[in-house]
């Protein structure tokens, strides 16, 4: 290997040290231990999932039909059936941890409601 193709391989290295090294990071640490104990990168992907869904929730017109309570049904149940097939449709069998415990399904739904702007 010549000195071009060794460095380049540094370089990448480095790159996918730095990646790692990030998503290990967001995966294991708390938003707050006491007060908010969910990790950064489930809390990240409730945050977009929310605004995803307060968007379609607007733009379908949906302002004034929802209450507050099946509006958060709704968004629970889309969290749940994306989850299902992001598992089961890629064939990845993996067992579905949120199934078991309440606190994933906890995390989502906090977050939700800390980021919703009032429909009315």
């Given at each position: 290997?010549?000195?071009?193709?060794a460095m380049s391989h540094l370089l990448?290295?480095?790159?996918?040290?730095?990646?790692?090294?990030?998503?290990?990071?967001?995966?294991?640490?708390?938003?707050?231990?006491?007060?908010?104990?969910?990790?950064?990168?489930?809390?990240?992907?409730a945050a977009r999932i929310s605004a995803v869904y307060q968007h379609n929730a607007r733009k379908a017109g949906y302002e004034k039909k929802l209450s507050w309570p099946t509006y958060l049904a709704g968004y629970l149940i889309m969290v749940s059936f994306c989850a299902l097939y992001s598992h089961y449709s890629e064939r990845l069998r993996l067992v579905l941890g949120w199934l078991r415990p309440f606190a994933p399904l906890s995390g989502f739904a906090?977050?939700?409601?800390?980021?919703h702007r009032p429909l009315h």
């Open positions: 290997m010549d000195v071009a193709g990448f290295a480095k790159v996918l040290r730095t990646f790692s090294d990030s998503l290990t990071f967001i995966s294991k640490t708390k938003v707050h231990s006491r007060w908010f104990p969910y990790a950064l990168a489930p809390t990240l992907h906090t977050t939700h409601i800390l980021l």
